[in-house]
């Protein structure tokens, strides 16, 4: 069966520092893989998606990046974080052509 | 488009009643359509989903309805019990071709079931 891993779970950063979350798919192969962000109560913002390695398409002009080294791997970077990057980041993968995501467990990011 | 920016409504129920969450759709080349259930802290849950050339269809306690007429998909959960209680997300694949179709998000509806 196909799981998606997805850490740290929480991640308490000050202004100026830079991230990287990662992403990992396991049991499936060529997925189309997604960074999506949640503003607490609210709704879900896509900001990158990957159809394959090294291919990134961005959603939202921002202090973000996503970079996808191996086919099941996808991660989000920053250089220097900013007090409006704090969120809830979840990565997402689905089948090829097929709309169905399946999300991981999410990051709570808080930029201080 | 995209449903950041907006505050999430709120549907209240008790215990063991039927609950109704409906979601308004934009795009009318949208054929496919997706319930997500989300619990606080935790990634979206797939519920149900329906295709265009359905109506109606049923899982465990939950029927999506979809009425391409009005652009319009609800998801009614029946007997609703205290572990239901979190944000519903509904999704439509809107336009574009193949492997670039993506996902467009509605608000999200928060539930709360009373005991």
């Known amino acids: 069966s196909q799981t998606i891993h997805q850490w740290p779970a929480t991640l308490v950063q000050p202004v100026g520092s830079p991230l990287s979350l990662e992403c990992t798919v396991e049991?499936?192969?060529?997925?189309?893989l997604y960074w999506y962000r949640q503003a607490a109560g609210r709704g879900l913002q896509l900001l990158f998606y990957s159809v394959g390695i090294g291919q990134i398409s961005s959603e939202v002009p921002q202090n973000l990046s996503a970079s996808r080294p191996q086919d099941r791997q996808f991660i989000l970077s920053s250089k220097k974080l900013l007090l409006s990057d704090s969120g809830f980041y979840l990565c997402a993968w689905s089948v090829r052509g097929i709309e169905k995501l399946f999300f991981g467990s999410g990051t709570q990011l808080s930029v201080l | 488009g995209e449903s950041v920016g907006l505050h999430l409504p709120t549907l209240s129920v008790q215990e063991g009643d039927n609950s109704i969450i409906n979601c308004a759709y934009s795009n009318s080349a949208s054929d496919y359509f997706i319930w997500y259930k989300q619990e606080s802290g935790k990634g979206p849950q797939f519920i149900i989903d329906?295709?265009?050339n359905m109506d109606k269809r049923q899982g465990q306690r939950v029927t999506v309805l979809l009425n391409k007429t009005v652009k319009h998909l609800s998801l009614q959960i029946a007997a609703t019990q205290p572990g239901d209680s979190a944000v519903y997300f509904c999704a439509e694949n809107g336009s574009g071709a193949g492997n670039n179709r993506k996902l467009i998000w509605g608000l999200g509806t928060s539930l709360a079931v009373n005991p």
């Open positions: 329906i295709r265009s």
């Open positions: 049991g499936t192969s060529n997925p189309n």
